[in-house]
Structures are given as structure tokens and as C-alpha cells.
């Protein structure tokens, strides 16, 4: 059984998106403005839900369901 890759909160969302490219696009969808942004690299998830007025919970659910894929590779 292949384990559930989790978010977490406290991760710079640059790191998150290097690591895991396919949760850029949840980032998009939100019109987060995290990508590229040159704070992205100390700005974590938690930073950047509040900054953009995003439930965290369900930000980091969709995030995680974007990560789940690599688990395959």
C-alpha cells in the first residue's frame, strides 16, 4: 500500500512547487500569485493562504491531490 503524500503548511511554497510541479496549477487556480514571486522561497503555505485570503484546509487538500500522481513515478 503506497502512503499519502501530505503538505506541510510550513513548507516554502517554492520548495513545494520545485518538488511537486504539478501543484502549480492550484496555485493558478486560486490566482495565487505565489509563482515566480521572489518572497516564494521564504513564504510558506500557511503565508501565502492568508496573504491571498484562502482557506488553508481545503487549499492544502487540493494540493495534496495534485501531489498524489508523483507517488506513480
Known amino acids: 500500500m503506497m502512503r499519502r ?5 510550513d513548507m516554502p511554497v ?12 492550484v496555485f493558478m487556480k486560486h490566482q495565487m500569485l ?3 514571486c ?3 522561497p521564504f ?14 484546509e481545503s ?4 494540493l495534496e491531490d495534485a501531489m498524489q500522481p508523483a507517488l506513480a513515478s
Open 14 to 25: 517554492d520548495t513545494l512547487m520545485r518538488k511537486w510541479p504539478a501543484t502549480v496549477r
Open 5 to 9: 503524500l501530505t503538505v506541510d503548511p
Open 59 to 62: 487549499f492544502v487538500q487540493e
Open 43 to 56: 513564504h510558506t503555505v500557511t503565508d501565502a493562504c492568508l496573504a491571498h485570503g484562502v482557506v488553508e
Open 34 to 36: 505565489c509563482i515566480g
Open 38 to 40: 521572489p518572497i516564494g
